[in-house]
């Protein structure tokens, strides 16, 4: 999460940068970037090429070119995948009546109306990013939805 007072110092020439780890658009970057110039760097190369996806739970992203500004280019990073985590005693039929309802039309639509990063969420990219075992409910959700859950994840 990006700090108020992190932006509002930046704004304030008190700082040259300062690091985020939020999702996209973010209304203190927003702010920022409306009364100074910024720059966002470009981490993905970077924790490609140096196994940063292997080691830790997180997967590529890009933010979309104008996200901050008229003609800012398209910016290479990563996110960190949210996880709807259930005791494993909790019945797998329990798990998967959830997921079902997350994943409808109309989860999707109030999760979505809560925060606009959800937009991203999509059958297809589901779990990316799972680094522990998922439930059986979950497990049996995505496999009945078109998935092939790994095995190291089931």
């Known amino acids: 999460m990006v700090s108020p ?13 300062f690091w985020v780890l939020v999702g996209y658009p973010n209304r203190s970057i927003i ?3 409306v009364q100074v110039d910024i720059r966002l760097l470009d981490v993905g190369k970077d924790a490609a090429e140096s196994g940063f996806y292997d080691a830790y739970a997180y997967i590529p992203m890009e933010i979309p070119a104008g996200t901050y500004g008229e003609g800012m ?6 996110q960190d995948a949210t996880f709807l985590c259930a005791n494993a005693e909790v ?8 997921m079902k309802t997350l994943w409808s039309p109309e989860g999707m639509e109030a999760m979505v109306a ?3 990063t959800f937009k991203t969420m999509n ?10 075992p998922l439930h059986p409910g979950a497990v049996q959700f995505w496999e009945e939805n078109g998935k ?3 095995d190291n994840l089931k």
């Open 5 to 17: 007072a992190a932006a509002s110092a930046f704004k304030d020439g008190k700082i040259d940068a």
């Open 31 to 33: 702010e920022a970037s």
């Open 73 to 78: 280019p398209a910016c290479s990073s990563f």
């Open 91 to 98: 019945p797998a039929d329990v798990v998967y009546e959830i």
């Open 114 to 116: 809560a925060k606009k």
């Open 123 to 132: 059958l297809e990219n589901g779990f990316d990013g799972a680094s522990i």
């Open 148 to 150: 092939t859950v790994p």
